[in-house]
């Protein structure tokens, strides 16, 4: 299942070796837990020395150890499954179908049916380490006529190995519709044990709630239809059912506090394994990596940090990279020194001159994603042409916020949409689906996976309505405009805010033939006739707030640039001596000032500034819910880190009045207006 045939130094000394680690201390901790959870299935309150015996026994007996064995392959197996299925760009699908599809490809189901597995040998386990009359799945009887001794289903044994198979299932659906895979990096960075420490009650309350859940579901499917297993397995196996036993498919079979309690302790130790192996996953593979800013070495040189930021083959290092760009700027005197170094000889900032511009990079890109989306929104989803507007906008937009300095205006990839690690790891392992490669890899082969996704990873379809420019899953709904930037833009006398609303000339068609005709509103009369159906508008209904959150569902390395930029700017201040930020402090204002006022428009848009609802103890990360608040307020916290640092340098008292003019940095008239309110500390 490994390929050794990596050629990224970054995935084999870091990615894998994190991975290893965590597996490795799950199998560490295993031993404890299954203590504790001999423990409690075995408590006695009456007998308690009696409880302590045989704990005692039953921990060093035979079948505790193999089952032990049994646990340790099935953690094993649940840390490759997180190393294969986790990625750092969360799936967001867009409607309720493209969530059916998700949880119905045929990767998912093969991924439910080895959870469903790993759940029966769980539960074997503990079924095995509870004893008495869950311990095995025949048990011999006596039949009522003849009195003789046969082999009889224990429905006990039965009814623990259904309910595993039935949690396995639970994980693995979980799994997809709560984006357990997804790995986000923490805002405040801790060391490993503090954080452990921190999550391990939320694992522990997590588990109970989660356990509790299943239980409640299981026993109200087997209430209904736990007599065709059991007959099934009776009939394969040969074995009898014991008439003279209650059955467990009856309310008076299941009300039984001893079954719920077993279940529900064995329940609770099966998603506590499974969770624990996920919280040290995180923990570890989002552990913060620190990368030179230049070597002296020139074999090492591609491993410095200007040059893995320009990394476009393996992404997850770049997103790694810029963690260590925002650590470095606020943290980090002596680093921020060698980014403002010279080059010897020649006299050259190579360091910061590489930083900026691909921290600008990503912005401007983020900037066009963002006016496409409300040109799109804005033309009531009808989608333009891909050769005059997106050659146009890319132009203007460069033209526009990388102006100045040579370095930074050479930004080749500032058409290119940002790329997920994905993608990155497809081309790095020359487009073979590994173990390694797959932790951070979207299925964007599926033809269900989220728009979003596909957009994100570059694969796009070329009669695709994402094709070309990104948009949104909502540019097909048909509404209201909510604004133009054209008229906008003629009603204060400004120049257009983005060249994306300029129309491109219609391409001359020749007229379809009638053949062609017919087809086409033969297939408009099906689809008027399917948006009547309530059942077919409720499963391609867009939801909610998920257009939002596919836009912003990579901002995490856009908050970390913003952030880096601007705690380099400040400290430029005072530790660059040569002044070699100050050539390129006009582009990154008005890098900043654009993408403030596309997002502010971004704003105003439908379900865009309604924050989600705070859901319940559940593991899977909903921090991607949030991305966009996060990237605002980063944004304006970096525009007044440098206005406040440059504030005395930034504007000038006019001698014919008390105003206050911006005139020290090149930057046009609108962004002036824009920074003028961040001086006033009126934002």
């Given amino acids: 299942m490994f390929s050794l045939k990596q050629n990224c130094w970054f995935i084999r000394k870091v990615v894998v070796w994190s991975a290893v680690s965590s597996i490795a201390w799950s199998v560490l901790l295993l031993p404890v837990t299954a203590a504790v959870f001999v423990l409690l299935s075995r408590f006695s309150l009456f007998h308690p020395i009696q409880w302590i015996s045989e704990c005692t026994s039953l921990l060093t007996a035979s079948s505790s150890i193999f089952s032990l064995v049994v646990l340790c392959g099935v953690v094993l197996i649940t840390g490759l499954f997180n190393l294969e299925f986790y990625t750092l760009v969360p799936s967001i699908p867009c409607s309720r179908m493209a969530l059916l599809g998700t949880v119905l490809h045929p990767r998912q189901c093969v991924h439910s049916l080895v959870y469903c597995t790993m759940g029966m040998l769980v539960m074997w386990c503990a079924s095995v380490t509870i004893g008495g009359r869950y311990s095995t799945l025949g ?12 082999t009889c289903l224990n429905e006990y044994h039965l009814f623990l190995l259904l309910a595993g ?5 639970s994980h693995s659906f979980l799994g997809v519709v709560q984006n357990m895979y997804y790995v986000s990096f923490q805002p405040i960075q801790q060391y490993k044990y503090p954080r452990f420490k921190g999550c391990l009650p939320m694992v522990v309350k997590c588990s109970v709630i989660q356990s509790l859940y299943s239980a409640r579901n299981f026993a109200a499917l087997y209430l209904f239809f736990g007599y065709a297993p059991k007959t099934w397995i009776s009939s394969t196996l040969h074995l009898q059912i014991d008439s003279s036993l209650q059955p467990l498919d009856s309310l008076t079979g299941l009300l039984e506090f001893s079954l719920l309690y077993h279940l529900t302790i064995s329940g609770t130790f099966l998603y506590f394994t499974w969770y624990l192996t996920v919280l040290l996953f995180r923990i570890y593979v989002t552990e913060a990596y620190s990368f030179p800013v230049q070597s002296t070495f020139t074999e090492d040189a591609e491993q410095c940090l200007p040059k893995v930021l320009a990394e476009t083959n393996t992404l997850v290092m770049k997103f790694f990279a810029l963690q260590d760009l925002a650590l470095l700027s606020q943290h980090s005197l002596s680093r921020r020194l060698e980014v403002f170094s010279l080059s010897q000889p ?4 190579h360091n910061w001159n590489a930083i900026s511009r691909e921290c600008l990079s990503l912005l401007s890109e983020l900037t066009q994603r963002l006016v496409a989306h409300q040109d799109a929104v804005a033309s009531n989803g009808r989608v333009k042409s891909q050769s005059a507007s997106s050659d146009t906008r890319s132009a203007s937009l460069s033209s526009s916020v990388m102006s100045g300095t040579e370095d930074i205006a050479e930004t080749p990839r500032l058409g290119v949409p940002l790329r997920t690690p994905g993608s990155v790891f497809k081309s790095s392992v020359g487009g073979v689906h590994s173990a390694l490669t797959a932790p951070f890899t979207p299925d964007v082969d599926s033809p269900f996976s989220s728009p979003a996704i596909r957009r994100l990873v570059g694969q796009q379809e070329p009669l695709s309505p994402w094709f070309g420019t990104v948009q949104s899953p909502h540019i097909m709904r048909r509404g209201p405009k909510l604004w133009s930037a054209s008229t906008e833009s003629q009603s204060n006398g400004s120049p257009p805010a983005s060249p994306a609303t300029v129309p491109s000339p219609p391409a001359a068609s020749e007229k379809p033939s009638f053949l062609a005709q017919w087809l086409q509103n033969r297939r408009e009369q099906v689809k008027s006739f399917l948006a009547k159906r309530v059942l077919i508008v409720y499963l391609f209904n867009k939801l909610p707030e998920a257009s939002s959150q596919a836009l912003f569902a990579d901002s995490q390395v856009h908050i970390w640039a913003l952030q880096g930029l601007s705690h380099l700017v400040a400290a430029s201040f005072s530790e660059d001596q040569f002044g070699v930020v100050q050539t390129t402090l006009p582009n990154i204002l008005s890098c900043l000032v654009v993408l403030l006022e596309a997002v502010d428009r ?13 859901a319940v103890c559940r593991m899977g990360d909903s ?5 966009r608040f996060a990237l605002r307020a980063a944004l304006k916290t970096a525009i007044y880190k440098i206005t406040t640092t440059f504030g005395e340098h930034l504007k000038i008292n006019l001698f014919w009045g008390p105003a206050v003019c911006i005139i020290a940095v090149n930057i046009s008239t609108e962004h002036r207006k824009r920074l003028q309110q961040f001086l006033e500390f009126k934002e």
């Fill in 602 to 614: 971004h704003f105003k848009l439908p379900h865009a500034s309604s924050k989600p609802v705070r």
């Fill in 165 to 169: 198979a039935f949690m396995g299932y």
């Fill in 139 to 150: 048990i011999p009887c006596r039949q009522s006529e003849s009195g003789e001794v046969v």
């Fill in 346 to 349: 020649g006299g050259h900032p």
């Fill in 623 to 627: 921090t991607y819910k949030t991305l």
